[in-house]
């Protein structure tokens, strides 16, 4: 294979990609030898090896058979006197301002004056607001798990906003997970591992999102571990956000989930009825302003809080297009008009159980941990919630059994099989049984 060639290849690339992912992990790579259908590659370190064939190796392949060269496989290889290449500008730099440090600026919507406050994230409303007041350390660190869309980043970035009109001085560094391991992993490249454990560690507020996707990264995790161990013993704060708790993050070192779990860890429970509608009415008040003439209708906000229930994202969204639409048609939005506006998003919400929702809700019906319910035990204690847990999401998901198997602990669909079948049995003899199943089930429809 030709450089010519080879530089068309790189060039498709970066646009099928874009210029995050090639600058990080495509542009390491060094064309060595095409042989038998196998194209080698010289990369810095296996851990960018080993990311390239997992995330992108079927795209190369795609593109290089595209520009007319037979290959069917990758290898990739380390030189013994590996040279790291010179970057157009450095990745990792100390600078004073925290939106500069982090690569991605807070976003001045997500305040504390936006945040509407409900039952089911009240704690973690009152957890932020008590770190973004600063002063001494009280838990360290705070880790917010919940679902998409509940609220988890909008409280990251209102702490970040609150710290820095309260004391300025600090230096708040926000990122997310996989901005800390792009960081690592130049670092690694480019020799500059000292820079990287300079700039985090003398951090006074770090604030990591997603951590979730640090798991399965062995490096990363490791220099995160002691990232975050130098900064809880200079007493230093930690905020931490992922999509679930600490101990059902899949593939993290138990060591990292054992420090996580050392703070206070609060869960942000999906949103119930009255939340919605408090959000609704709160983004109503600011169109108000940008559609003076328009009029809503009595009954719409209550129709949408009942029907769009699991994702604040598309909640706000739904209302920002039926404002948009009604504003371009001149009409009144009426019920009529948000059926027909928003008719997709109302029949995508149709289903809108999930498998962890009901995973949550039958751990809290029978007062057990959730990560006992889908863990590995078998007493009857775990044992029948479980299968009741396995019966609802086979009747109010359209999750297939292997995939409910996997998210009960990576569980066997035949085990999923049995028991449905064991609910279907008990709950013709047993009424304690088909009561919980109807209670938990007009939860989960509600």
Known sequence: MTNDIWAKVLNALEGALGANNYSNWIEPLEFAQLTGGVATFNVPTNFIGNYVSQNFGD????????????????????????????????????????????GSPLDARFTFDTFV???????????????????????NPLFLYGGV???KTHLMHAIAHELKQRSPELNVLYLSAE???????????????????????????????????????????????????ALVDGQKQIIISADRAPGEIKDLEERIKSRLQC??????????????????????EVYAAQYPDLVIAPG??????????????????????????????????????TQDCLSDVLKASDRKVTVEEIQRKVSEHYNIRLS???????????ARPRQMAMYLAKHMTSRSLPEIGRRFGGRDHTTVMHGVRRIEELKATDSQIADDLELLRRALEE
């Not at 409900?118 to 973004?132: D, I, S, T």
């Not at 609060?266 to 709160?282: A, F, I, K, M, N």
């Not at 769009?308 to 001149?330: H, K, P, Q, Y």
């Open 263 to 284: 703070g206070l860890v609060v869960d942000l429970h999906p949103t119930d009825y009255e939340l919605r509608l408090g959000v609704l009415q709160s983004k109503v």
């Open 59 to 102: 795209q190369i392949i795609y593109q290089l058979n595209k520009h007319g060269e037979d290959v069917q496989r990758l290898q990739f290889s380390v030189p013994s006197q590996s040279r790291a290449k010179p970057a157009n500008k450095p990745a990792i730099r100390k600078v004073a301002s925290s939106d500069e440090v982090s």
């Open 372 to 382: 006992d319910m889908i863990g590995p035990k078998r007493v009857r204690n775990y």
């Open 149 to 151: 869309g509940l609220g």
């Open 179 to 229: 901005q800390f391991m792009y960081r690592f992993i130049t670092a690694l490249r480019e020799r500059k591992m000292m820079d990287f454990k300079q700039l985090f560690r003398s951090v006074d507020v770090l604030m990591v999102d997603d951590v979730q996707f640090i798991g399965g990264k062995d490096s990363t995790q490791e220099e995160f571990f002691h990232t975050f161990n």
């Open 300 to 337: 719409v906000l209550e129709f949408l809080a009942h029907r769009i229930s699991t994702n604040v994202r598309v909640l706000e969204g739904a209302l920002t297009r039926l404002f948009a639409f009604a504003s371009l048609v001149g009409r009144e939005i009426t019920l009529e008009l």
């Open 117 to 139: 406050v409900g039952k089911p994230n009240e704690l973690a409303h009152a957890a932020a607001r008590r770190v973004a007041e600063g002063g001494p350390v009280t838990f």
